[in-house]
Every structure is written in structure tokens, then in C-alpha cells.
């Protein structure tokens, strides 16, 4: 591997799709920004353009401005998409009051909404993510409003109804805080196993992999990938990102940023030893993550680029194991 290899050619090299969850705004005025983008990842997904609040601002109205800048951008620049995602309980219309609507009401304006983004992008998108984060942490069924109107069925519904206009596209259940063996991803297996016996279309299950107040446990990821896979399901992890509580964190920066290196490295072997071939960092650089905003108690450097544009030890780390992997 050359210095100045990119790290979406070393992903080429190896067949792995190395992707970014990417937000509009800088796509259209940020030149680093766009740079990075297409020229390290072979594989984007969108942070928030392609979820039901922000394509539907207003009763009757779709708006696709910003999914579409996302799509095409990505394949303009030859890079595979995952979209994110058809049923979900944040991020739903704010003028969109459930509680306005019958059980029959809820199930005719998701499956609207299903055919609706699902079709539209058939052609342009390879993956979906049709529900995310169903389960709660205990591992019981999430009460959201999909949930509430039509029970576990919503699932079925949703996978079916893409399926529909999307027979193409790769259909994956994601979630958050399931990485591992633990209750969570316990009781995910059992859903997605409950739904591939009711002849539910789904193609794969997203290991989210914020790994941010607790780590996952190396082997416990390994053994609960094996188990999704062993139910004949693809496992994609779909949203990286590393940041630690003051307790964890080593205090200064190299220290830290070696530390987070580390742990990509350990998740991209464990994907390459387990014959997963997809693993999506959510956001491009530090200054874009999501993480400052909502806990103030984490580090606030998750990513593999830095504000500056300029690349971190993470990105080494998962260029060189990319490059020198040996099964
Ligand atoms: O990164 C997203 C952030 O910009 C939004 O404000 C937030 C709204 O809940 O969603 C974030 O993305 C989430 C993703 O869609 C689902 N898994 C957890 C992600 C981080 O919260």
C-alpha cells in the first residue's frame, strides 16, 4: 500500500465498502468536505435527508431536494448508497399527529410513505434500511406509534410494502446498542428470525455500532455477527463511531485518538474474519459528528478525519488492516 492511496481504493481492493453517512448542507457549499467524500469512501449514506420529518416538511408534500443531493452525488462519484430509513419513531413530520389517526389511518400513510421513497429510489439506492431501532434496550418491542397501531406486524408491512417497489434493493432491520451479544440484540434475533418464518423479505440486520458510553466486546461482536449470519441474513455495521466518558478517556489527544484507532482496527478485523464487507462511519469529519450535541460528558472526536480536514490514526488503522489482512 502506497502513502497516498485512498482509503476507498484499499476498500476496493478487498471487495469491503467503506461508506460515510453524509448530510446536505456541506455537500453543497464545503469543498473539503466533498472532497474527502468521494474521494476515501466508495459508499454513503444519508444522515437525515432520507427519513420521513425531513422529506415530508408539510401535509401532502414531499420534498426531495435534499435525499436526491445525497443520491446522485454519491452516484456521480461511483459510490453505493444505503438509505436511511422508511419506519422509524424520531424524525417523523412535525405536523404528523399520530394520535389524529385510526390503526387503518397509520398503516394507509406508511405504506404511502414506503412506496413513495422506496419506489422513487429503487434504481438509485442499494440498501434500506426499512425499520430502525424497533427494540427498546431491555429487549422488549419499542411502544412507537407504528407499533401501538398495527403491533409487530408493522415490520412485516413495511419490508413487504418495499419489497414491492424495490425488489432490487438489499432490506436490513438496524438498531443501536445491539453490537454484542446482550438482552438487545437477543431479542432482535429473535424478531428477525420470528419474521424470516413468517416469509418476511429482509436481506440483512445493521449492527449500528455508536460505540460510545460502553464498548462492545471484540469476541461478543464476532459471535453475535456468526449468529445473524448463521440465519442466512448479511450484517452491515452501519453508523461508527468512537467516543469515551472523562473515566475511559486517556486525557490527552494522541493518547486518545490511538486508543480510538484501536478499536476500529479490532471492528474491521472482526468484520473481515467474519466475511462482513460493509462498515459506514457516521459523519466524515469531527466537526460534523452528531455526538457534541447531544452528550456533553463524551469526547467529542468520533470520526476518522479531524476538523481540519486532515486524517487520523482511526483511518490508518483501518487502511492498513484493509491493505494487510490475512485471514
Ligand atoms: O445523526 C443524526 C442527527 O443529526 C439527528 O439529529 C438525530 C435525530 O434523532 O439522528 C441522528 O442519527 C441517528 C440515526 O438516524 C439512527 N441511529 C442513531 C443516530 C444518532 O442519534
Redesign the pocket.
Known sequence: MADDDRLRDVADDRDFQIGAAVAAQPLRTDAAYKKLLRNEFNYVTA??ALKMGPLRPEEGVYDFTDADAVVNYAREHDQAVRA?TLAWH??TPEWFQEWDHTPGQLENFLRDHVHTAAGRYRSKVDTWDVV?EAVADDGTMRENLWYEALGEEYLDKAFRWANEVAPDTDLYYND?GADGVNVKSDAIYDLVERMLDRGVPIDGVGL?M?ALHEKPGIDSVAENIRRFKDLGLDVEIT?FDVAYLPEDDPGDQEARWEKQADFYRDITEVCLDEGVDTMIV?GVRDSDS?IPGWFENLTGDPLLFDSGNDPKPAYDAIKETLANYEA
Do not use: D, I, R
Open positions: 444522515e437525515n436511511h424520531n424524525q430502525n443501536y449500528q455508536h453508523e457516521w452528531w
